[in-house]
């Protein structure tokens, strides 16, 4: 039995599935991470039109949100959520591997999740399927 690479949030899990209902050729939504930004690194969502069998498939009442391969190591622990403030609106990444933000909140800069400290805890180190 393994362990979902990320969370998500009853908030977040209405969010993608109000996303894909719009979208004719939707399997999910696929996150990543990418360069870029002041801290060096920024999540990417985008649409999943297609599954890549190499992706980690997160589910949560109904809603699918696929994890790039190269983003696993990154979002080990993570808790994806979705909120709405007077300000702004969007998906927000509770990660315990982010080490620091710049000061618009738009890029990050993360860390390979210790494997040592997740199997010390009692969590396998085995992907989901």
């Known amino acids: 039995m393994g362990f979902a690479v990320m969370t998500l949030t009853q908030a977040a899990a209405e969010r993608v599935k109000t996303i894909v209902r719009n ?3 939707a399997a ?3 996150v990543s991470i990418k360069k870029g930004g002041c801290a060096g690194m920024e999540y990417a969502i985008d649409m999943a039109t297609e599954v890549n069998e190499k ?4 589910e949560r009442d109904g809603a699918t949100v696929f994890v790039a391969p190269e983003a696993v190591l990154y979002l080990l622990g993570t808790e994806m959520d979705y909120e709405v403030t007077k300000l702004r ?8 591997n ?4 710049c000061g618009c909140g738009e890029s990050v800069e ?5 494997l040592a400290r997740l199997a010390a805890e009692g969590n396998p180190v085995v992907r989901s399927e």
């Open 110 to 114: 993360l860390k390979p999740a210790d």
């Open 98 to 101: 982010q080490t620091s933000a």
């Open 28 to 30: 999910g939504i696929r």
């Open 89 to 96: 609106s969007g998906f927000v990444f509770n990660n315990p």
């Open 55 to 58: 992706d980690d498939r997160i």
């Open 23 to 25: 979208q004719d050729d």
